[in-house]
């Protein structure tokens, strides 16, 4: 059972920044790519952005420009910048892990921003 423990949401106003980490442990198995999600109340969860082992990195349209992950899957920790920030990025942030077998969810870590 892979374990993720996340941090660095809280309150910010429109336009502020906020930094987001994950760190993974207890995988059994080579975890090949990392990511974040969210989800706003009455909504979805949505990927935000994802980065694999090899360092490529996908994004969400609506975040491209202003958020930024990083990290190194190898070492099973990944980070997400989070600039610009908008009330509608408002959402309870989730931290993922995949290896070949499965994909494991942490926590979750809210995120508000007011206008």
Known sequence: QVQLAESGGGLVQTGG?????????????????????????G?????????TSGGLTNYADSVKGRFTISGDVSKNTVYLQMN?????????YYCNADTWRSRSWGQGTQVSVSS
């Open 43 to 51: 909504k979805q969860r949505e990927l935000v952005a994802g980065i």
């Open 84 to 92: 610009s920030l908008k009330p509608e990025d408002t959402a309870v």
């Open 17 to 41: 920044s906020l930094r987001l980490s994950c760190a993974a442990s207890g995988s059994r198995f080579r975890i090949n790519a990392m990511g974040w999600y969210r989800q706003a109340p």
